[in-house]
């Protein structure tokens, strides 16, 4: 559906709906994106499932529902910081900045590497440093839940407890941190597009392709 040009990487990942995983003889773990082939050694340790992506796509409430079904404990990085730093994030972000942020979120990152059996929702910006996206794919299946800006501008517009979308233009904001941020969520295992879709949905998909990835299940692309 090449209509107009070129399509951007947004309206790729926009398309994106499910991936599928297929085990090969020859070791290797290939995985299917809207057409697009990515491989990832058979060897991943997967004990855990993380979830990331941008702000207000569903990762705390969706993780929440899949640790039921699992069986798994829940954890939420945002969570954890708090209770480490002794205060809510958007007093983090006033009186230590965004940087102390960032480096509480890496220390508790940094810490889940040696547990098992958890489901972490992890905090929108946590993959942007490529050492803690590494982290997260040496010990957990990496799914990103995946929506478009006017959705997550929808979702998020009368929350106030996000300080990266306290500005003037909110909606231009998650747009530019967005596509800014699109080609790191892109290197997540698993991208599962969340618009327009029953959350009930969106937790059964993430199910589905965790027990894929433990080798629980014949390859699919479902949507
Ligand atoms: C952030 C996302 C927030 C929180 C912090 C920064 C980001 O988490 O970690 O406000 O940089 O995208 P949620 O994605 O859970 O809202």
């Known amino acids: 559906m090449m209509v107009g040009g070129p399509r951007t990487e947004q309206e790729k990942i926009s398309d994106v709906t499910a991936l599928s995983i ?13 057409g697009t082939l990515l491989c990832m050694p058979a060897a991943r340790a997967i004990h855990n499932l993380a979830l990331v992506g941008f702000m207000g796509c569903g ?14 404990q829940f954890v939420d990085t945002d969570t954890l910081i708090e209770e480490r730093a002794g205060i809510p994030i958007p007093e983090i972000f006033e009186t230590e900045g ?15 590497a040696g547990r098992q059996e958890l489901v972490i929702a992890t905090g929108g910006g946590a993959i942007v440093n490529p050492d803690n996206l590494a982290s997260l794919k040496s010990h957990a299946l990496v799914v990103c839940l995946w929506a478009n800006a006017e959705a997550i501008h929808e979702r998020t517009r009368h929350q106030t407890h996000r300080p990266l979308l306290q500005t003037e233009d909110p909606l231009g904001t998650i747009q ?3 596509e800014e941020r699109a080609p790191v969520y892109k290197q997540a295992d698993v991208m599962v597009n969340t618009e327009l879709r029953p959350q009930r949905e969106v937790v ?18 479902a949507s």
Request: charged letters at 30%; hydrophobic letters at 40%; aromatic letters at 6%.
């Open 59 to 72: 990762k705390s409430t969706v993780g929440r529902q899949v640790a039921i079904d699992l069986g798994f």
């Open 176 to 178: 530019r941190m967005l």
């Open 98 to 112: 965004e940087a102390a942020f960032r480096r509480l979120e890496c220390e508790v990152l940094a810490e889940l």
């Open 204 to 221: 059964a998909q993430v199910r589905h392709q965790f027990d894929e990835s433990k080798g629980g299940g014949t390859a699919s692309s």
């Open 22 to 34: 297929e085990f090969t003889k020859s070791g290797v773990r290939r995985v299917r994106l809207s």
